[in-house]
């Protein structure tokens, strides 16, 4: 059982208008995450994930490998190197520009730190190639760390210079399978923002520096984004703010909203194939293949997701998605409570938990020497879902425990609940999906 005094987390207090690492603290998710000790930046736009966040990290990953596999796609990784060659190829290198990190080798080699992989995936197509129509359509993605130079990285993970990411690629013979395709990965996206719990909404969009013919951006509405879409309080018909007053679908005043973009999606066409000589054998010719593309910032969609659900002073989070979905708080060391109810006592509840859904995912607060409204008080700051407390009430024939649910604003008000009826609450969670933690989750 993993224990609270085990774990790596060094909280800090941030004085009000402090520059942490030359960055100034702008918004809510970056404070919280500094301050409760989920994350350290190195330097402006660079963070360490500590082990709490990097435990979301993986739950956010998990939830999207299901999603995707679900509809075919295969995870591949690629390097995050990138020969600058491809990018000049795809008229990139220049267009992109200053916002590219660039390296050489010893060789004098040039490459790039990769913000995304078309042309890689190209590359790795043209190379294995020609495909034969036969062979599609495919949909390959991955999980990794991604590179952009910002002039002025901001808002913590919201804007960082190297950041989490999930990209995706589909490899067609024809736009019609490409928009197929398309169409099936946002119904995944969807189902992954659903089980997120997460409003994003779908925005159609222009499809910019990256080419291709259709594209949507995904936009989860937050005060503290740097988008803004116009969203219609009658149809719930959403564009990207533009100068129009009204709705085209109904004619209704429009309402603007701040929001964040989490996600980015594209039929990009010929775009990449045709410069990078992809080409798709056909029955009767060879023509350069379709692709699409699919993104989703990962380490954004942690803060995101910060910035939505926490308060100003506590972090609250999709049940999907917490460090860890429950923590377990034992009396104070020397007190009446203690006498009956013992630390072995309590890891047997915390035991439970961990055998009734929550494999992996309980931790024990074993600071005996704190009284348990300070326990109580951390654990609601950092927002575990279930916070169990055996208190007063644990003394009972059978012992009853307080069960507070990290739902935001007011202070929280407990069920007092036998082990069993603790369980049964515990495992009636939303979506009803299996919260274990596991690394790594081969679907
Ligand atoms: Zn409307």
């Known amino acids: ?111 790039l730190l990769a913000p995304t992989h078309e042309e890689a995936i190209a590359d790795l197509l043209a190379d294995v190639g020609p495909i034969s129509y036969k062979q599609l359509p495919f949909t390959l993605y991955q999980i990794g760390n991604k590179y952009r130079d910002e002039q002025r990285p901001k808002h913590g993970l919201l804007r960082a210079r190297e950041f989490s990411m999930m990209d995706a690629y589909s490899v067609h013979a024809s ?62 018909h959403t564009t990207l703010a533009n100068e129009t007053e009204e709705c085209a679908k109904c004619g209704k005043e429009i309402e603007r909203v701040n929001s964040i973009e ?84 309590v890891l047997g509840v915390a035991q439970r938990i961990h055998e009734n859904g929550y494999r992996g995912d309980v931790l024990v607060d074993d600071r005996h020497g704190l009284t348990i409204g300070k326990r109580l008080m951390m654990a609601d700051r950092i927002g575990y879902p279930f916070i169990i407390v055996c208190g007063k009430s644990a003394l009972e024939t059978p012992p009853r425990y307080e069960l507070y649910r990290s739902t935001g604003g007011e202070a929280p008000t407990p069920q007092l609940l036998t082990i069993d009826e603790l369980l049964t609450v515990m495992n009636e969670r939303k979506n009803n999906i299996n919260i274990e933690y596991r690394e790594n989750v081969v679907v």
Request: glycine share 8%; with cysteine; hydrophobic share 40%.
């Open 262 to 345: 989490v996600s980015h999606t594209f039929v990009l066409g010929t775009r990449y194939s045709e410069p990078l000589q992809v080409n798709c054998v056909g029955p009767d010719s060879s023509a350069p293949l379709h692709m699409g593309c699919y993104g989703i910032g990962i380490t954004r969609l942690l803060a995101a997701i910060l910035e939505v659900l926490s308060s100003d002073k506590s972090m609250r989070w999709p049940i999907e998605v917490a460090p860890y979905s429950a923590v377990v708080i034992g009396p104070k060391e020397g007190s009446k409570e203690w006498l009956k109810h013992d630390f072995d006592r």
């Open 1 to 111: 059982m993993r224990l609270i005094s085990q774990i790596f987390q060094p909280v800090v207090t941030i004085p009000k208008g402090a520059k942490i690492k030359n960055t100034e603290i702008t918004c809510k998710s970056q404070k919280l995450l500094l301050e409760c000790g989920l994350v350290r930046p190195t330097s402006a736009g660079l963070f360490t994930l500590l082990p709490l966040a990097r435990r979301a990290v993986t739950k956010i990953e998990n939830i999207i490998h299901r999603c995707l596999e679900e509809v075919g796609a295969q995870r591949i990784t690629l390097p995050c190197l990138t020969s600058a060659k491809l990018w000049a190829a795809s008229g990139r290198l220049d267009d992109v520009g200053p916002e590219l990190i660039k390296v050489e080798d010893r060789h004098g080699k040039k490459f």
């Open 175 to 236: 736009h019609s399978c490409a928009a197929d395709t398309y169409s099936a990965l946002t119904r995944a996206y969807t189902k992954i923002f659903r089980t997120l719990d997460l409003p994003v909404l779908r925005v159609q969009a222009p499809t910019g520096e990256m080419g291709g013919t259709l594209s949507h951006e995904w936009q989860l509405p937050s005060s503290a984004g740097e988008d803004t879409v116009a969203v219609c309080p009658s149809c719930s």
